[in-house]
């Protein structure tokens, strides 16, 4: 269950995600600087199933995976269940040197054990991109932008993306940067609960904070193990753009 949003500047980009968890979970680790084929990518680890939720590499390429399939590109399936961790499939793509090689890598993994997931793929450049897997059909939509903010919440799911749409516009409304973007992910709103970005409910809540910056010579990756109403010291890693 995440909340993700991004700009595009003139260099490359920034990507924001809140993961919201129930906390009965195993706390996930601190990102940590990984090879996959030979590529360094930076990724926190899932604490119950060694999978993970976001991801940057030193190609500038980016992912993060939402569960659910959230934009209804494909047919819904429901009842869906999956027995494979959708969070191995995002570290099995990590390294990928760009957008679209995770996205033709996707497509020729076979997912038929996968509960459903839509993955945001980002790199210096282009649009967003996003795979939606529904449990049967996989769809790719090569320009996401206008579907900022990614919602998933397994609670009451369209009332939660409706509302968070909303805090979005309004936060927004003056201009898009930075800054804007943050507030949106600490805000609550008329108060915390189930349906704001920084969501807060008696058995789960956001419970970590990740600021992706991607320019032409960097790549910077903070990480904050709380909600972002609840700051903690967190760590920055940083890896050297990789052309």
């Known amino acids: 269950m995440c909340t993700v949003s991004w700009l595009h500047h003139d260099s490359g980009y920034e990507l924001l995600c809140n993961r919201d968890e129930k906390l009965t979970r195993r706390p996930a680790r601190a990102p940590q600087v990984q090879q996959r084929d030979g590529i360094r990518f930076a990724a926190p680890i ?11 590499n030193e190609h500038g390429v980016a992912l993060c995976l939402l569960n659910g399939a959230n934009l209804g590109v494909s047919r819904p399936t429901p009842g869906s269940t999956g027995l494979r961790s959708r969070g191995l499939i995002l570290l099995a793509l990590a390294g990928a040197p760009s957008a679209m090689a995770a996205l033709e890598q996707l497509d020729s993994t076979g997912l038929g054990l996968t509960a459903p997931f839509t993955l945001l793929a980002l790199e210096p450049g282009l649009p967003a991109s996003v795979a939606e897997w529904n449990g049967e059909e996989l ?45 949106f992910h600490e805000s609550h709103g008329g108060g915390p609960s189930a349906y704001t970005p920084c969501m ?30 609840r700051w903690q010291p967190g760590q920055t890693l940083q890896l050297e753009r990789r052309p």
Request: net charge negative; with cysteine.
């Open 46 to 56: 899932d604490g119950d199933h060694g999978g993970s939720w976001i991801s940057v």
């Open 139 to 183: 769809a790719i939509l090569l320009n996401a932008d206008p579907f900022m903010p990614l919602v998933s919440s397994s609670f009451d799911p369209q009332a939660v993306r409706s509302r968070r749409r909303d805090e979005f516009a309004l936060r927004t409304r003056a201009c898009v940067d930075g800054p804007a973007l943050y507030r």
């Open 200 to 229: 807060h409910r008696p058995d789960a809540q956001t419970v970590s904070f990740s600021w992706i910056k991607v320019d032409d010579r960097s790549v910077e990756f903070f990480y904050s193990p709380a909600a972002p109403c």
